[in-house]
């Protein structure tokens, strides 16, 4: 028993390999490092990278992490800082990151779309929030061929069947 103790004792690095953010570091290394995930395109191929610090030890990016409020529920983001200073979001570091909620990380995503309306541009689920109309809505409009201006600030009209052809698009 005893040497099972002082031998797991010594395997050990931190001890922290069941803690949730274990979990984050592990799939930020496989998404930067690794060719044959299906989100490639969004990480490796850009030449995402993991700064050494972190990418050498688990250690010093749990420091970071807690230090910076992170609770379970939170993310980690390499896109708002880089974005903020107008450069591109290619590096995992203490420098980079912040730590957001799961909303504040899906509205700085370089995959969101961007819309402009009196001169303020916002996420398509920004502009769903502000003006209490489903993106769904804002999505679809869009895709019809509406303006944006029409497509964000013309409310829903109720009791329309958009499949009888009683739906009209503005000009």
């Not at 395997?11 to 979990?23: A, E, I, V, W």
């Not at 930020?28 to 993991?50: F, M, P, Q, S």
Request: hydrophobic share 30%.
């Amino acid at each position: 028993c005893n040497l099972r103790k002082v031998s797991s004792k010594r395997m050990t690095t931190h001890g922290l390999s069941k803690h949730p953010l274990f979990r984050v570091w592990q799939d930020i290394i496989v998404r930067c490092e690794y060719n044959n995930r299906d989100n490639h395109d969004y990480y490796n191929a850009k030449g995402v990278t993991l700064c050494e610090e972190w990418r050498k030890s688990f250690k010093p990016f749990y420091e970071w992490a807690i230090s910076n409020g992170w609770q379970k529920g939170m993310e980690i983001d390499k896109d708002k800082i880089p974005r903020q200073l107008g450069i591109e979001a290619t590096v995992y570091s203490p420098e980079m990151c912040s730590i957001l909620t799961k909303k504040e990380n899906c509205n700085v995503r370089s995959s969101n779309r961007l819309l402009t309306f009196n001169g303020v541009t916002k996420t398509v689920t920004e502009w769903e929030e502000y003006m209490m109309l489903p993106n769904e809505v804002i999505l679809q409009r869009l895709k019809r061929g509406w303006s944006v201006e029409k497509s964000i600030s013309l409310p829903v009209q109720k009791g329309k069947n958009k499949y009888n052809g009683n739906s009209v698009i503005p000009s």
